[in-house]
């Protein structure tokens, strides 16, 4: 919560508060050597801990713009949630806002979501969240899933919180995309005449520059590799490659190529210990230069 502030942090301590509470019997054995009351009593702490560093009517801090720039002075939210509080504001009347905002975790979509609905200013617009895939442990449910993003695709819901990725008049990136598939994939949702496509950076920070400089330099280096390669010579290069790179067991006669290594990685991750807070994936980067893949 270390980008939102003190504010956020209290009602992500409370969405977890709320999960172990209504955890069930399955979600109970997944705390793997923690006791679920113990959880919560450390959680119910941290949260008193908290808000003792809020004023009894701090909700007053969000009805204003001024506000609000007061509760960055005080650190009680940070200034990048300032800004996209900027942001929305700017983005006009609700009836011809859609807006998708991009963040990394789905913690920071629920928190958001919450956030913002609180803000007095912004109440005319219609906020809601969409949170992991079909596979994560706290996903929404597939008909929760269609009915938000019906409500958004229909223009009831003009701002949606998402790790995902629905077509929209204006992306609001909050968080940096990591990879330049990430960053073609929301790029591309803006698809509405006059769409806006925004990427939050914090000032003065090189590390984040050069990361999204680095995945601008890969987008238009695979977008000239698609555009300008040799049709004949790529199947012949694919297939010399999958015979090369092929993993034979003697024994069985079981083959493992590039293509089947993917999905084989995807089972064996969803196999491995989850819990609400971490559901084990991997990511996969590729090298253009020497023209590989590995997974982490």
């Known amino acids: 919560m270390d980008e ?10 409370k969405i977890c508060i709320d999960a172990v509470s209504s955890s069930n019997s399955t979600d109970r054995r997944n705390f793997v050597m923690v ?7 450390f959680l119910e702490e941290v949260l008193q801990k908290l808000a003792e560093r809020l004023p009894a009517d701090f909700e007053l801090l969000l009805k204003t713009e001024n506000d609000c720039a007061a509760a ?17 504001r700017s983005l006009g009347m609700p ?3 859609v807006c998708l905002i991009f963040v990394e975790r789905n913690i920071t979509a629920k928190v958001l979501e919450r956030f913002i ?55 609001i990136r909050f968080d940096l995309p990591k990879t330049a598939r990430s960053y073609i994939q929301s790029h591309g949702r803006a698809r509405q005449a006059g769409s ?20 601008i330099k890969n987008k238009h280096s695979t977008v000239d590799i698609a555009l300008n390669r040799d049709q004949d010579s790529l199947v012949s290069i694919v297939s010399i490659n999958e015979d090369l790179g092929a993993y034979y067991v003697d024994s069985t006669g079981a083959s493992v190529t590039a293509d089947s290594s993917v999905s084989l990685i995807n089972t064996y991750c969803q196999n491995l210990p989850r819990d609400k ?20």
């Open 4 to 13: 939102l502030g003190l504010v956020c942090a209290i009602e992500a301590t």
């Open 117 to 171: 609905k609180n803000v007095c200013f912004l109440s005319h617009f219609t906020v809601s969240y969409l949170a992991g895939g079909s596979s994560s442990v706290d996903a929404l449910t597939p008909k929760t899933q269609k009915d938000i993003l019906d409500s958004f695709r229909s223009g009831k819901a003009n701002l949606l919180f998402t790790t995902d990725v629905p077509d929209c008049s204006c992306v």
């Open 277 to 296: 807070y971490f559901t084990p994936k991997p990511i996969f980067r590729y090298t253009l230069d020497a023209g590989t893949m590995s997974a982490q």
């Open 72 to 88: 960055v002075q005080k650190g009680y939210i940070s200034s990048k949630l300032y800004e996209l509080i900027q942001i929305i």
């Open 95 to 97: 009836s011809q806002v």
């Open 35 to 41: 006791n679920v009351a113990q959880c919560k009593s």
């Open 196 to 215: 806006h496509y925004v990427i939050m950076l914090e000032r003065g920070n090189l590390q984040q520059r050069d990361l999204l400089f680095d995945i």
